[in-house]
């Protein structure tokens, strides 16, 4: 397959929200538990007390970095994981109960929600957003009912960037819950905010919150939940008595190593890789918008600072990205989860855009290796690439 | 039919060198199918020769807003057709189009009937116009 691509000097990552490579680092730091520190934490002996430390000190690092208590983290698979964990888990014990979500969710979050309305389980909303993306307030309060369980919003959209008012949803079902005997405990996916945002549990306001590895330099298939003491969760994966009863199997040490590893690293350089990679992001959209029948997606200014969607009228998003590919410059259009359907992006349509723009879409997010000079590179390829679609379609 | 999970070498060959693009002016046959809500748009121009009293397919052209595969497609039934008797050309299906391409992943098989559609469309354009 590579034979047929152009001959590159350079390759430029610029799709890191779908995920991030396994930093040096991180990979030092997992390397021991393969081999050298193999045993099972389950076990008493040294070979699994070994194993059984070095998942607990990534539990303290996990827990700084949210500001939560060690008791209050699961290890997961992944981010799919931890929502299914959360959303199954808590309703399970409920009598019809209620959830409220919004309508640009992950899949992770739709689907399961959708299967708990399958089911019979539970009855869902999904919020609609507004012209940039966001949830609005005064919608969530008129949806709750009585019979209100779980508020679940992501932090940061991963099609386009946009930061959900989490703090003040977390404020607005404090002020709820203290009038209310049915507790709203609120979830939210914090996946693509881990990097760049504040994710204090207390700050924000949350009960339970959802993350994955892979999207901060981590291994793919490692996640956390974290849940607040006292949430009532019924564990959905059945089998031993890892991760307080709450998650059995055995569990992924050398990945848990690599998370903690990984997530420690974030806390260390947030500040100064949020301003880095906004700078890039600038850049970027700069460059960009100079393309005519270009717009950006959502408001930058509410919007993180790693992800950058553009619309480009009359060119299609894969044929824009396979092209770019060719030219060594990895994106995505829309959600790559979403990409295997027909339909446009389900955040594009929600926030308003036709059909025929959201099939236009292009999904720039950047990472913390990236470089001006990789940020000139797309600009300089990008417009030929445009134009060479537009040239071939029909002037209608 | 051959499903492939991602592109063939030959659906992006297609892709990255399409053959034929392009407009014909004054063409014998044209036709538009698809539209941008679905997210592809084909507009396929053909020019009808004559051999002797056997009428064939002198030339075809496309211009096409869509994916990688609606550009494959259209590219592949320009050169299918080029140069073949229009009673051969018009038994193409999009079954033949996907296999001429090494086959196409499931959730794009609609862009070959979409080539084919605008092939038929193109040729009943083109008998309507010389009915007259």
């Given at each position: ?10 390759l430029v ?8 490579p396994v930093?040096a680092e991180?990979?030092?730091a997992?390397?021991?538990y393969f081999g050298?520190y193999?045993g099972?934490p ?14 607990e000190?990534?539990r303290?690092k996990v827990?700084?970095?949210?500001g939560?208590?060690t ?5 997961t698979?992944g ?6 964990l ?7 014990n409920?009598?019809?109960?209620h ?9 992770a ?7 708990l309305e399958?089911l019979?389980?539970a009855?869902?909303?999904?919020l609609p957003v507004?012209?940039?993306?966001l ?7 008129k949806?709750i009912?009585p019979?209100t369980?779980l508020v679940?919003?992501?932090y940061?959209?991963?099609?386009m960037?946009?930061i959900?008012?989490i ?5 607005l079902l ?14 939210t996916?914090a996946?693509?905010?881990i990097?760049?945002l504040d994710?204090r549990?207390?700050?924000?306001g ?12 981590a291994?793919k298939?490692?996640g956390?939940?974290?849940f607040?003491?006292?949430?009532p969760?019924v564990?959905q994966q059945d ?7 709450l998650?059995?199997?055995t ?10 590893k990984?997530?420690?690293l ?7 890789s949020?301003?880095y ?6 850049k970027?959209m700069?460059g ?6 270009v717009k ?13 969607t553009f619309?480009?009228k009359?060119a ?5 990205m396979?092209?770019l590919s ?5 994106a ?7 990409s295997?359907l027909?339909?446009?992006s389900?955040?594009?349509?929600a ?8 099939h236009g879409?292009?999904r ?12 000139d590179?797309v600009?300089k390829?990008?417009p ?5 679609l537009r ?6 | 039919m051959?499903i492939s ?8 060959q ?8 392009g ?8 036709a538009?199918?698809?539209n941008?809500?679905?997210g592809?748009v ?5 020019k009808i ?6 009428e064939?397919i002198k030339e ?5 807003l ?10 592949m ?6 140069g073949?008797p ?7 299906t999009n079954q033949a189009?996907a ?8 959730n ?5 009937v979409l080539?084919?559609?605008?092939l038929?469309k ?8 010389t009915?007259k």
């Amino acid at each position: 397959m590579r034979k047929i691509y152009s001959d590159r000097n350079k390759l430029v990552y610029l799709d890191h929200a779908a995920t991030t490579p396994v930093s040096a680092e991180v990979l030092k730091a997992m390397s021991p538990y393969f081999g050298k520190y193999f045993g099972n934490p389950s076990e008493p002996h040294q070979w699994g007390q070994q194993a059984k430390t070095a998942i607990e000190q990534a539990r303290e690092k996990v827990a700084h970095f949210l500001g939560a208590k060690t008791s209050e983290i699961l290890f997961t698979s992944g981010a799919t994981e931890a929502i299914n964990l959360a959303h199954k888990g808590l309703i399970e014990n409920q009598k019809l109960p209620h959830i409220i979500t919004s309508s640009i969710e992950h899949k992770a979050v739709l689907e399961t929600c959708k299967h708990l309305e399958k089911l019979g389980w539970a009855k869902v909303n999904y919020l609609p957003v507004d012209k940039d993306g966001l949830v609005k307030i005064d919608d969530l309060e008129k949806t709750i009912r009585p019979e209100t369980i779980l508020v679940s919003i992501m932090y940061v959209n991963n099609e386009m960037g946009a930061i959900q008012p989490i703090v003040q949803i977390g404020q607005l079902l404090k002020k709820i819950n203290a009038k209310r005997k049915q507790k709203i405990y609120f979830h939210t996916d914090a996946t693509q905010a881990i990097q760049y945002l504040d994710c204090r549990v207390t700050e924000l306001g949350v009960d339970l919150l959802s993350l994955s590895g892979h999207k901060f330099y981590a291994p793919k298939g490692v996640g956390v939940l974290y849940f607040k003491k006292g949430t009532p969760l019924v564990r959905q994966q059945d089998g031993g008595e890892q991760e307080s009863r709450l998650r059995a199997g055995t569990e992924n040490v050398p990945y848990i190593v690599g998370l903690g590893k990984a997530i420690e690293l974030v806390q260390k350089n947030k500040v100064s890789s949020a301003k880095y990679v906004e700078k890039l992001r600038d850049k970027l959209m700069a460059g960009v918008l100079q393309i005519p029948g270009v717009k950006l997606v959502g408001d930058f200014k509410k919007n993180a600072p790693h992800i950058a969607t553009f619309l480009v009228k009359g060119a299609e998003g894969e044929a824009m990205m396979l092209l770019l590919s060719d030219k060594g410059v990895a994106a995505s259009s829309g959600s790559a989860c979403t990409s295997g359907l027909l339909e446009p992006s389900h955040v594009l349509l929600a926030m308003g855009y036709q059909p025929e723009e959201a099939h236009g879409s292009l999904r720039f997010s950047l990472g913390k290796d990236n470089t001006e000079e990789e940020i000139d590179e797309v600009i300089k390829v990008l417009p030929t690439i445009v134009q060479k679609l537009r040239r071939m379609a029909p002037k209608l | 039919m051959k499903i492939s999970q991602f592109y063939s070498k030959k659906v992006l060959q297609h892709f990255y060198h399409p053959k034929n693009v392009g407009e014909i002016k004054n063409p014998d046959g044209v036709a538009t199918v698809g539209n941008p809500v679905c997210g592809d748009v084909l507009q396929l121009f053909i020019k009808i020769g004559k051999k002797g009293n056997k009428e064939f397919i002198k030339e075809a052209k496309f211009l096409t807003l869509g994916c990688a595969a609606a550009l494959a497609t259209s590219s592949m039934i320009t050169t299918m057709v080029k140069g073949k008797p229009l009673s051969e050309a018009e038994k193409i299906t999009n079954q033949a189009i996907a296999e001429a391409l090494g086959g196409l992943p499931k959730n794009k098989l609609h862009c070959s009937v979409l080539a084919a559609e605008a092939l038929e469309k193109a040729i009943a354009n083109y008998r309507q116009k010389t009915k007259k």
